[in-house]
């Protein structure tokens, strides 16, 4: 296998930490109910696919193309094998965003500090700028670490309540996903 793939084992860390956060807001869900809700089924879920679906495709991907275990199959694999890298490289930005939602969602009932919110956010906003992104080209590292602190910097300066935190997140969540995927689809085009 070669040396680039096992620092890719390295971005598995972000999906794995969503999952967590999914399991954790699906709990809290439930708590003090005596029937448990809709939204805690779909909160395990995703939880499910985030920790274990996710990385399965990564590894899968990995394997079958370094292996060449399906010879006939080289171009759908390699697509996949790009798509979950993708996933995972761009993919990090939605998902820090959704942590982010999730921690601003279970904020209010946990009567928790701002840093409940804020540290996470910004370290793992921190942690896939500098590993996704080090060999970026145009400083792609260095507008992601400042995308992050603009985020955190805007929202906590105008002291937002945490429904809004929660909101803005969701929002730069979906239009990080959206941009990702068409921009695979641009390079899937050019490339």
């Not at 929202?155 to 996903?177: D, H």
Request: proline residues 4%; contains cysteine.
């Amino acid at each position: 296998m070669q040396a680039y793939r096992y620092q890719q084992f390295a971005y598995l860390i972000i999906p794995l930490l969503l999952g967590l956060e999914f399991f954790i807001s699906a709990r809290d869900e439930k708590a003090g109910r005596e029937d448990t809700p809709l939204g805690s089924y779909v909160l395990d879920i995703l939880g499910f696919l985030s920790s274990a679906l996710v990385p399965a495709i990564f590894i899968f991907t990995i394997w079958t193309v370094e292996t060449k275990a399906f010879p006939l199959q080289d171009i759908t694999l390699a697509r996949l094998d790009r798509y979950a890298v993708l996933f995972l490289f761009l993919g990090s930005w939605w998902q820090v965003h959704m942590i982010g939602a999730l921690r601003a969602r279970r904020m209010e009932k946990r009567r928790t500090g701002k840093w409940y919110l804020w540290g996470p956010y910004l370290l793992l906003g921190i942690y896939i700028s500098l590993l996704i992104l080090w060999v970026s080209p145009f400083g792609m590292k260095w507008f992601s670490i400042a995308l992050f602190l603009a985020t955190f910097g805007i929202l906590r300066s105008t002291k937002a309540r945490p429904k809004t935190v929660e909101r803005v997140l969701w929002v730069l969540c979906i239009l990080f996903f959206i941009l990702e995927n068409i921009g695979f689809m641009f390079m899937e085009t050019v490339v």
